[in-house]
């Protein structure tokens, strides 16, 4: 163990032990999976980032070693502990330049956004070197300014190869590939199964997986072409979900980006359509009904109950405005008569007292 240290510290790694864990120290083998919780500060308290409240839930972090992290030298240091113990490392500038990147890439996952989001398309160095602002204040100044971080690590969990399954990110580029059947096929049993929102997860993930995959491909190109249509009906997928829970724009933000590449996508009008007639926009959503008809004459029974559909919500929400109005001029009304009696009222006692 001494070892170690001593070569944490000729690497310019100082590591202090707040509590020392329990059991042997693990070998570390290649494609063993760590998971642990990590606090990331300035060297003068100032907290950039805590895996137990970043995003508003606590989740830890999980490495699998030998899969070349943007952040080597958590994977220099995870190797020197134990399960349960932990550790605060004060890294040197070499070790944490490229910090504010994996930092972005962190934040966007415990948002549920895409981790490669705000990213541009060019290495991490240059990104790092780059002076543009990556959208956290405090983040935009590190990268302006790098300076040695100290991460405090609890180590929670250490899994030999072979037991455990693999998460997307941790797969190679072939790996993610031969998955993305497999999770679009789980995102349609929890689907019919009624699990709405958990099948939304599992077709955002294979959404997330093929587009980071896309980002390496030219735009245009016939593997970023290939790409894309496999991402478009797990899109699909996912605005279905949305629809039914109810998150009616971002339907139609993602059915618009698929028609904006594909004119003749006959479910983005479809589904569009459904949304623009949910939120009440009932010019755009005739509008997309009747290319949705144009496009395949089939479906038109299937859009002429969805216009019936939407007009008697009209109807109906008509009528209760129309209501609303009723209740409301009668209220004026009767206020009205209110006054001008208390008015007449006051006036005949007026009237009285000068003759009394």
């Known amino acids: 163990m001494e070892e170690l240290a001593i070569k944490l510290r000729a690497d310019g790694i100082q590591k202090k032990v707040i509590s020392p864990g329990k059991g042997e120290l693990s070998t570390f083998p290649n494609g063993t999976k760590v998971q642990f919780h990590y606090c990331t500060s300035l060297c003068d308290g100032t907290v950039l980032d805590d895996s137990r409240t970043m995003g508003g839930h606590s989740k830890p972090m999980e490495l699998i070693l030998g899969k070349k992290f943007k952040l080597p030298v958590w994977e220099q240091v995870v190797i020197t502990m134990r399960e349960d113990e932990i550790a605060e490392f004060t890294c040197d ?130 593997h970023w072409i290939k790409l894309d249509h496999m991402i478009t009906p797990l899109l699909l997928n996912y605005c279905q979900c949305k629809y039914m829970l109810g998150q009616y724009y971002e339907v139609l933000d993602h059915c618009s980006s698929i028609i904006n590449k594909y004119e003749d996508n006959v479910k983005a009008y479809f589904k569009r359509g459904k949304a623009h007639a949910a939120v009440w926009n009932e010019v755009e959503a005739r509008a997309d009904f009747a290319k949705v008809v144009a496009l395949d004459p089939s479906l038109e029974t299937s859009i002429a109950k969805e216009l019936r559909s939407m007009e008697e919500r009209i109807r109906v929400k008509q009528k209760e405005e129309k209501g609303r109005y009723k209740n409301l001029f009668n209220y004026s009304d009767k206020a009205s008569a209110a006054a001008t009696t208390v008015s007449f009222i006051s006036k005949a006692a007026y009237k009285e007292s000068k003759l009394g």
């Open 93 to 222: 500038v070499k070790h944490t330049a490229l910090y504010p990147m994996v930092s972005l890439s962190l934040r966007n996952i415990s948002q549920g956004k895409d981790p490669l989001e705000g990213q541009r398309h060019c290495c991490g160095v240059a990104q790092v070197h780059a002076h543009h602002s990556i959208g956290h204040p405090d983040l935009d100044k590190l990268q302006a300014n790098p300076q040695p971080l100290v991460f405090t690590l609890e180590m929670l969990q250490v899994l030999p190869p072979g037991s455990f399954q693999l998460e997307i990110w941790a797969m190679t580029d072939d790996e993610k590939l031969e998955a993305i059947p497999q999770i679009h096929e789980e995102g349609n049993v929890l689907f019919k199964s009624g699990e709405i929102a958990a099948a939304a997860e599992k077709y955002y993930n294979a959404i997330a997986c093929l587009k980071s995959l896309q980002m390496k491909e030219r735009p245009g190109d016939e």
